[in-house]
């Protein structure tokens, strides 16, 4: 079982994983790690965070030469800012009262999380909700990525809506929908960019934030990942999961979940062929790849929804958890939009799901354990 611990504070020393789990003799490239860790930090509507860090993965255990060895692979993830934090942040010792935070946030788990663990400093809340914690997350899902690649199974992102702006055409090509990587706000279309860039810089000047929509396609993937048997091995619902724990996620669509409520059966379902030499296949792929909880050999179309970002230049009211005065929100550095990144971390997270899920079905101890039974699964 292919399972995972993160940790780290958003302005500590680094961040750190554990996969545990992953099979033996599996070839990873440190590079292309690092170009997902790049592909998390760009995009249009960051905040100056992103200029100071520059998230590299050093590997620490699990991996020889270059191949995995089947025991725990253990990383880091340096967090460059820690040199102007380490008065705040070291483990030890602290200047308690700088950088103290008793404003909480609208929007943030700021309030929740202190009344939660008894903090009067909510810096010992954010430095953890934050979502720093995602280049952790991405690099494990690299990793995963390679593992699947072996087996064609691939995942791509894009984002389709920015605040008002949103992308009309479906797109289902997994060629075209790479061409998102070359786009500042990680959208296929120049057109509906330059719009998404324009409200992300008048939500700027005005000192707000904004949301979005993404969406994840995975193709590749075989009949038969997740289970229909029990509730917590639904392919869907772990999707979900894991999708849903990205912060900032507020809405999870498979397929055509929230168009097709609307419609009849006979508009959404796809219709089974079938071909001698191909096997069964669909003419239509309503249902995102996933029926009954399991994969369906169509590519996997999931849809994220992302609140606005919570801290903003131009604050919410809020009160201050000392005095019980009302006050206006603390202002944090912060992204104005952050949609962009968050479809890179939705990626990296429906991989490793997949992974998880791969490896449940065809796991083994080695690569060529897995190959060996990933030859022998035969279609009825
Ligand atoms: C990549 C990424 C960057 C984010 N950047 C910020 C930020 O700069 N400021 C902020 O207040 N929230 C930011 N967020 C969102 C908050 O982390 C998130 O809203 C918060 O943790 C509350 O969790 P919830 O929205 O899931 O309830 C970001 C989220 C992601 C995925
Ligand atoms: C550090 C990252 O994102 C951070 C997520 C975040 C939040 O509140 O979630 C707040 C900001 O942190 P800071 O106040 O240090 O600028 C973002 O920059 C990152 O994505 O690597």
Redesign the pocket.
């Known amino acids: 079982m292919l399972r995972y611990l993160t940790a780290g504070e958003s302005h500590g020393k680094c961040l750190m994983g554990i996969i545990e789990g992953f099979p033996a003799n599996v070839p990873i490239d440190i590079e292309m790690v690092n170009t997902d860790l790049r592909r ?1 930090q760009k995009g249009y509507g ?2 100056g ?1 992103m200029e100071i860090e520059k998230d590299e993965i050093e590997i620490l255990s699990g991996v020889r030469g270059g191949k995995t060895l089947g025991s725990p692979i253990a990383f880091r993830i340096a967090n460059r800012d820690y040199e102007n934090w380490e008065r705040y942040m070291n483990p030890l010792e602290v200047d308690v009262e700088g950088r103290k935070v008793t404003k909480p ?1 609208p ?3 700021d309030l929740a999380g202190a009344i939660k663990y008894g903090f009067h400093d909510i810096r010992n809340v954010l430095e953890r ?3 720093r914690e ?1 280049a952790v997350r991405t690099a494990i899902g690299s990793i995963a990525k390679q593992l699947l690649l072996i087996f064609g199974i691939a995942g791509v992102s894009h984002v389709t809506a920015i605040g008002g702006v949103s992308l009309r055409e479906k797109i289902e090509d997994f060629e075209r929908l790479k061409m998102a990587e070359q786009s500042s706000v990680h959208c296929v279309d120049p057109l509906v960019e330059q719009k998404m860039i324009q409200e992300i810089e008048r939500a700027k000047s005005t000192g707000d ?1 904004l949301g979005g929509v993404f969406e994840i396609h995975i193709k590749g993937a075989p009949v038969g990942l997740g289970s229909y048997v029990h509730w917590d091995r639904k392919l869907d619902a772990r999707l979900a999961q894991g999708l849903m724990s ?5 809405g999870i669509e498979v397929g055509w979940g929230f168009v097709g409520a609307s419609l009849q059966g006979s508009q959404v379902h796809d219709e089974i062929f079938y071909n001698a030499n191909t096997g069964y296949y669909r003419e239509s792929n309503r249902a995102g790849g996933i029926e009954g909880g399991m994969s369906n050999g169509e590519n996997i179309v999931l849809r994220c929804a ?2 606005p ?3 903003l230049y131009k604050p919410l009211k809020s009160v201050d958890i000392e005095t019980k005065e009302p006050f206006v929100a603390s202002v ?4 104005t939009c ?1 949609v962009p ?2 479809a890179i ?1 939705g990626e990296m997270v429906a991989l490793t799901i997949i992974a998880e899920e791969f490896l449940k079905k065809f796991g083994g101890d080695s690569l060529e354990e897995i190959e060996e039974r990933w030859k022998n699964y035969k279609s009825i």
Do not use: C, F, L, N
Not at 246 to 250: A, D, P, R, V, Y
């Open positions: 998390r960051r905040g965070r946030r929007g943030h788990g909700s934050s979502a995602t934030s990205i912060q900032g996620i507020k992302m609140k970002i919570p801290t944090e550095r912060s992204d952050a990144s968050a971390v």
